[in-house]
């Protein structure tokens, strides 16, 4: 079974959050670690990454709300990781072997594009508030 359609539970996030937290970025990861959404670029690289598993929820293609009760947006350094809501809803969480960092990715698909984008997953900023309110 692909690890990538594994599931992960809130606990197991957080779990990889405090890891990642508990340690220094290799030099692979540091240029990553920023603490909002960036955009992937063809020159970004990510090939040490391995996908640990889904924050997919059934309803994602339908839930495009956004949790942001202190006024941040998408694109805010300091915007919680909304466990249920977008785009935390649509994302996959991928760790690297050598650093135990840990990244969220999704893809944004507009009219005409399709935007990679990546964000740390930082143990601070991680919050399940109930996404069916």
Known sequence: MSMTSQTLT???VRDFAARAAARARCSACAPLWRPAWESLSGATQIGHLSSAGSLRTEDAAERLDE???AGTHLWSPDAPIALGWHPYNQCSLWT???CDAAFLRYTEYGGYYQDDR???LIADLVVAPD???
């Open 131 to 133: 996404a069916r309110a």
């Open 96 to 98: 690297c072997k050598t």
């Open 67 to 69: 949790y942001h009760p």
């Open 118 to 120: 990546i964000r740390a």
């Open 10 to 12: 809130e606990k197991e």
